[in-house]
């Protein structure tokens, strides 16, 4: 039978490091030996790299690190992981990284289902039906089979990332008949996944391996004596739900002789074997207690006393930086803190991180239209580990946020006010007129895009001058409304219509807020002295 595993085998893209070319595939034991000198997981697709970033943060649980804060400083110091520890911890359980074997990884061994379902299944990503496809090279290649490392990282990815929707086959496991429910969510399917990147892929994964002392039954998917009896069971922690198995799969099933279908029949193992088909339904029921399992790389917010606790989604029309407020839950009344942030704030406070240092911060999610995913999105905004750390410059971002904010809504209402003057009949358009004019010309898609790089020099210049980098700040805003406003009434033409409607506005903004108060009250003195 052929041989594939996920210790020693490559399957893992990694960049070598910083401006060393581009990525090389690496095992697990190789890219935890090295992860000090290697650069960032990149996959393909962002779910891919969280998911595998999911399985090696839930591998150093097991291995002993990251169980409580005073041991995570050792680690940290060191700057590289201990490998005779994870080696103890992972030398014992090697054949259960097999990808195909007795007991293959991820898999359900003795699965049997009626229906065979292509490998290409496993690609979230790749369309079925009407849904577009988002990746051009899915389609090129139509996906009719994987190498093993292929079909290891979407096997991985899928058992996070599944989505719910549609009927799921009731399977035969080693002669036993169950009954499975309709495809739900995989654990972090529909929220926005949240982790720092560092300079190394050491420090990306030491950040992210937030203390936590586990339960003795919190145990990653291959330590679990019986999957089957956690079809229905909740969470046990983090190492739970961080190796979740949203589906029963079972690669290059038997063939009624019982061979495997489309592995080379070799006397020697090989790791050559074509992934063409699998058997594929619903795994582990979704665990909808967020109160008991907090998944640490989630956002959790309470909507409303009847809604209860669900977690933040990405947003389609709004970029990361706009939501770093939220991030960080300055609103302690509705935001949960995020573990990382947290922790990277108590890395700062014991003096073991240069405040001034800069770490990516990293928000992926799918957009997702009921089974079908319209949208995969990864933004990256470097911040200083001191914006994590120190309220008051968390309260200064908000503030700053707060004021784009305000004046992208005043852009809005003036905007109206210029469409109300430009559309026929010129005394009162319709509603529904004015908003497609604005949606046609509408100067905030311009606006918020351009200020994503004076927001990265503001939060990089907060810490050592809040003054100046607020100043700057507030001064690009103003630059980049004008220049949105009039690219947006220029759209309008030249005629006489246009000029006259164009006049009706100032392309002139007020950001600081208390400024904006102040002009407010001066307007309401002015009107009720006239009135007098």
């Known amino acids: 039978m052929s041989r594939f595993n996920l210790l020693t085998d490559t399957w893992i893209p990694v960049a070598p490091g910083p401006g060393k070319g581009p990525p090389i595939l690496v095992g697990i034991d190789d890219l935890l030996r090295q992860a000090h000198r290697l650069g960032d997981i990149e996959c393909d697709s962002s779910s891919g790299t969280v998911a595998i970033i999911r399985l090696l943060l839930a ?8 169980a409580n804060f005073g041991e995570y400083k050792s680690l940290w110091k060191a700057g590289q992981f201990p490998m005779d520890r994870i080696e103890c911890y992972l030398t014992p359980l090697r054949e259960r990284f ?15 289902i009626a ?29 009719s089979e994987m190498d093993p490392a292929t079909a290891a990282r979407f096997l991985v990815e899928i058992q996070s990332f599944a989505l719910g929707g549609g009927n799921s086959a009731n399977p035969i496991v080693s002669g036993n008949a169950l009954t499975r429910p309709n495809f739900e969510d995989g654990p972090v399917a529909r929220g926005l996944s949240v982790w720092l990147s560092g300079h190394n892929l050491f420090e990306t994964l030491a950040l992210n391996l937030t203390p936590y002392q586990a339960p003795p039954d919190d145990l990653p998917a291959w330590e679990q004596a019986d999957p089957l009896a956690l079809l ?41 074997a074509s ?14 207690d967020m109160i008991a399992s907090r998944d640490p790389m989630a956002v959790y917010y309470t909507a409303d006393a009847k809604k209860g606790t669900t977690f933040l989604r990405l947003n389609p029309n709004k970029a990361t930086w706009r939501q770093l407020d939220t991030m960080m839950a300055l609103d ?46 990864h933004d990256r905004l470097t911040l200083p580990a001191a ?16 004021e784009a904010e305000g004046v992208a809504s005043e852009m809005g209402r003036r905007m109206y006010l210029v469409g109300k003057a430009f559309l026929p009949p010129f005394d009162n358009p319709s509603a529904d007129d004015v908003r497609s004019l604005i949606e046609a010309v509408d100067p905030r ?29 507030r001064q690009a805003v103003k630059t980049e409304a004008r220049r949105a406003m009039e690219e947006a009434c220029s759209q309008l033409g030249e005629s006489a219509r246009a000029i006259r409607a164009t006049a009706k506005t100032s392309f002139n903004f007020l950001v600081d807020r208390d400024e904006v108060a102040a002009a407010l009250a001066r307007a309401k003195a002015r009107k009720k002295g006239a009135k007098k």
Do not use: C
């Not at 039906?129 to 139509?142: F, K, S, V």
């Not at 290059?252 to 002789?257: K, S, T, V």
């Open 59 to 66: 591998i150093l649980y097991r291995s002993g690190l990251g």
């Open 98 to 112: 097999e990808l195909f074997g007795e007991r293959p990884f991820y898999q359900i061994a003795g699965l049997n």
């Open 115 to 143: 229906k065979r379902t292509p490998a290409s299944k496993l690609a979230s990503e790749l369309s079925t039906g009407q849904q577009e496809r988002l990746y051009a090279w899915m389609q090129a290649r139509q996906m």
């Open 232 to 272: 229905d069971a909740p969470s046990r922690g983090r190492i739970d739900r961080f190796t979740w198995q949203s589906r029963m799969i079972l690669l290059n099933p038997p063939a009624d002789d019982g061979d495997p279908l489309e592995l080379p029949q070799d006397k020697e193992p090989s790791v050559n």
């Open 275 to 288: 992934v063409k088909e699998m058997l594929f339904t619903q795994g582990r029921r979704g665990d909808k």
């Open 332 to 377: 302690a009344k509705t935001m949960e803190g995020t573990p990382v942030f947290e922790h990277t704030a108590q890395l700062v406070r014991q003096k073991l991180l240069d405040p001034e240092r800069r770490f990516a911060l990293n928000v992926a999610g799918l957009v997702t239209n009921q089974a079908s995913i319209s949208m995969v999105r």
């Open 387 to 402: 914006i994590l750390a120190d309220k008051e410059l968390q309260a200064i971002t908000s503030r700053a946020l707060e």
């Open 445 to 473: 898609r311009a606006y918020w895009p351009r200020l994503e790089p004076p927001f990265e020099h503001f939060v990089a210049a907060l810490p050592k001058d809040r003054e100046g980098a607020l100043k700057a700040w």
